[in-house]
Structure formats: structure tokens, C-alpha cells
């Protein structure tokens, strides 16, 4: 487990996010669940303190019965338990260990995991994993604005708010810094239908690891 090195995947709506992580969790180096953990959202300060023996429990219970019974994902909650007494109680330490359990059969050299609209969140993960990765996934606002619509369950107007997520997405990443930024990468949907062997290739680059072809055939892909 300490070898193993962490990723981050975020965007706003109808953004691409799904296929890119799709793309490169063919990779024997590269795994990363699409909306399934939502870490930030269902379990980051959510149970506090969480080297509270009661809180921890919850936690994990509660990650079992979304993961088991949303996604038919069975994770060991007897490993689990084993590895927090061996490790520290903390946030960053239950990232790691939901995400390998997702994974635990498979191989890998980064794990993690894709959230939507989780860009605030992102100076707290790279607290948590000061080496850690950063995906960031955009698109042409008109394009999310067009797709959204067609997807949407929101009454009358209320599918433009796809197009104030994307303005606080730019907004928000434009005043991180510089330390924060070399731990990120920004990747335009519109470059990964244009080219995808060439923008494949740059996110390898940045996450060092080994570009494949298989990574470009549909036939690989996997939820």
C-alpha cells in the first residue's frame, strides 16, 4: 500500500470525465472508479472524529452498503479493519484503502477515483497527498449546455446551472498557485475526441506511466 500512488479525477457535467477514466483505467498502471466512491462527498469530515472507533465503523459500514448495493461492488471489511490497525485512523488513509478495495484484484500503480463537481475539494486532497495527481476534465460550455439539457430531469431553465459550474470551475482553478498547479493537469474534452493518441499520451507523461494503444479501443473499456 505505501507504494501505491493516488489520483484525483474532476470536472463539471457532461464533461467527458467517464470515458477519459474509462480510457485510462484500461492500463494495467491506472485505476480510477467513475462516480462510484464520490469520496469527498459521502465521506470526507462526514464522521468525525474518525479515529473514533464508532465513527470509523460507520464509515466503513456505510461504504460497504453504497458500494455492495449500488454498484454490486463487495468490498473486505475484515481488510479493512486489519489495515486501520496497522495505520492511522485518518481521511487520507480511507481514500486509499476504499479505492484499492474497489481494485483489489486487479493491477495498478495509481488508484482513485472520478467526482463531479468536486474542484473545491481539490487543495484538501492534495493536503491529504501532497504528491498526489490531479485530472481535470473541461468542455466548451455550450456543448455541456446542449448535452445537459437532453440528460436533464431540471425544470424549464434550471439546466443552465451547468453553465455556472463551469465558470466557477475556470474561476476556482485560476486562483490556485503555482505548487498547487504543477499537481494538476487540465484536459479539454474537445482535444480528446480530436486526438486522443496525442492526449493520451500527455496525461501518461504527467501521471508516469506507459501510454498503450489499447487505451484507444472502445472494445476496453469498463465501468
Not at 466503513?60 to 490497525?85: Q, T, V
Not at 504527467?206 to 487505451?215: D, E, P, V
Request: hydrophobic letters at 40%; glycine letters at 2%; proline letters at 2%.
Amino acid at each position: 500500500m505505501n507504494n501505491i500512488k493516488t489520483v484525483f479525477l474532476t470536472c463539471g457535467v457532461r464533461s467527458g470525465a467517464a470515458l477519459l477514466t474509462r480510457m485510462l483505467s484500461v492500463s494495467d498502471e491506472f485505476k480510477a472508479s467513475s462516480a462510484t466512491l464520490n469520496f469527498f462527498r459521502f465521506f470526507y469530515n462526514k464522521y468525525n472524529p474518525l479515529n473514533k472507533k464508532q465513527n470509523l465503523d460507520k464509515a466503513i459500514n456505510d461504504a460497504h452498503k453504497r458500494l455492495k448495493y449500488r454498484f454490486d461492488i463487495n468490498i473486505d471489511k475484515k481488510e479493512i479493519n486489519l489495515f486501520f490497525k496497522k495505520n492511522s485512523k485518518t481521511y487520507k488513509n480511507l481514500y486509499k484503502i476504499l479505492c484499492f478495495q474497489i481494485f483489489r484484484f486487479q493491477k495498478f500503480k495509481y488508484i482513485g477515483d472520478k467526482e463531479g463537481n468536486a474542484w473545491r475539494n481539490i487543495p484538501e486532497y492534495l493536503k491529504m497527498f501532497p504528491n498526489g495527481k490531479v485530472i481535470i476534465i473541461t468542455r466548451d460550455p455550450r456543448d455541456i449546455i446542449c448535452s445537459f439539457k437532453k440528460t436533464t430531469i431540471a425544470k424549464k431553465n434550471d439546466y443552465l446551472i451547468a453553465l455556472f459550474n463551469f465558470v466557477d470551475l475556470v474561476n476556482y482553478y485560476s486562483r490556485f498557485n503555482k505548487k498547487i498547479k504543477k499537481n494538476i493537469i487540465l484536459v479539454k474534452f474537445s482535444n480528446i475526441k480530436k486526438n486522443p493518441k496525442f492526449t493520451l499520451k500527455k496525461i501518461c507523461k504527467f501521471l508516469q506511466i506507459k501510454f498503450n494503444h489499447t487505451m484507444l479501443k472502445h472494445k476496453n473499456f469498463k465501468d
